[in-house]
């Protein structure tokens, strides 16, 4: 059984595309697979062109990228999603309530992987190992202001804007493929 990772932002066309190619990227040493989708997306629609810039940058070729709408079967499939906003974890929770254990925000779990301690035993499966290690240091941690787990949607902005985005998302996606490291 492969993992799976599973990333949701409003209309899959900046956010959570730009963080499955960087996912992808990171955890390229892995076997998981990496996807997307939108709370609000129309299905088929092309990555927004600064987005697709970066995600080419980072190696991909994100001409064959579609946007889609986020149905449950995706969050049911998945063995982490991470959103963009805590209305979009509220949204994923709601189509899957089954999933609402494995599904944070991309910077709230950054924020749980980075103070994780790392299982004493190697794990059979890496990725859960990692998502149990993050919530378990939930308890370690002082709660977060609100809006300290919501990325910021760089639609309607400049190319630079964009950057910041993605480096946004791929500080918070370290420390998971460090804990995926460490766990496996």
Do not use: K, W
Not at 117 to 130: H, S
Request: proline share 7%; charged share 20%; with cysteine.
């Amino acid at each position: 059984m492969v993992d799976h990772v599973l990333f949701v932002c409003h209309a899959n066309l900046c956010r959570s595309p730009m963080a499955e190619y960087l996912a992808r990227r990171l955890l390229a040493d892995r076997s998981v697979l990496v996807s997307s989708a939108g709370t609000d997306a129309m299905d088929g629609m092309a990555m927004h062109p600064y987005a697709l810039e970066i995600a080419a940058e980072n190696g991909a070729d994100p001409t064959v990228f579609a946007s889609r709408t986020l149905r449950p079967e995706h969050l049911a499939d998945a063995t982490l999603v991470l959103t963009a906003t805590r209305r979009q974890r509220s949204v994923c929770t709601a189509l899957a309530p089954g999933a609402l254990h494995r599904t944070f925000t991309l910077r709230q779990f950054g924020r749980l992987a980075a103070a994780a301690e790392t299982p004493a035993e190697p794990a059979g499966d890496p990725l859960r190992a990692a998502i149990v290690a993050a919530a378990n240091a939930r308890g370690r941690l002082q709660p977060a202001a609100p809006d300290a787990d919501d990325l910021r949607d760089p639609i309607g902005g400049t190319a630079t804007d964009f950057r910041r985005c993605a480096e946004e998302i791929e500080r918070s996606l370290r420390p998971l493929a460090a804990l995926i490291g460490a766990t496996g």
